[in-house]
């Protein structure tokens, strides 16, 4: 997997990698390769097409919930970028738990795909 690196001044002790709700929001840097990179996006940024067809596990997320209001989330959710536009096909679970914990936002693992690689996941 491609990985990055972001240089950040030995004097800054903590660095956080966000976006805001308003407008849209943009990884700061991918790195020269492209790569995931972790980002932390309000939830109503992040389209779920494939919501009415799933239904979570009520036991799993109300688990999740618990640990993730104790520890914080611990594995972001994979999101995929296309033109600008946040899809989220999996971490249903996760996703479900921060939006009945009312957390405005959820770290994600972000990767920048085409058009063809949304229908992909569409099929
Ligand atoms: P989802 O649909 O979100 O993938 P699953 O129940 O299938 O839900 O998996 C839960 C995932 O959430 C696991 O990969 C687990 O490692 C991850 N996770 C992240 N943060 C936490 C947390 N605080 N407590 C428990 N699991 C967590």
């Known amino acids: 997997m491609a990985s990055f690196i972001i240089q950040v001044p030995n004097n800054l002790r903590t660095f956080s990698v966000s976006a805001s709700s308003n407008g849209s929001p943009s990884p700061m840097s991918r790195g020269n390769q492209g790569g995931p990179v972790i980002l932390e ?3 109503d940024k992040i389209r779920r097409p494939l919501l009415r067809t799933r239904t979570n596990d009520e036991n799993k997320v109300k688990e999740l ?3 993730i209001s104790q520890i914080g989330l611990q594995v972001p959710i994979d999101v995929l970028e296309v033109d600008g536009v946040y899809y989220g096909f999996s971490g249903c679970h996760r ?8 957390l405005p936002t959820i770290r994600c693992k972000v990767r920048r795909g085409t058009k063809e690689t949304l229908r992909h996941h569409l099929r």
Do not use: I, K, N, T
């Open 95 to 102: 996703y479900e738990a921060h939006q009945r914990l009312g």
């Open 41 to 43: 996006l309000p939830l």
């Open 65 to 67: 919930m618990d640990s």
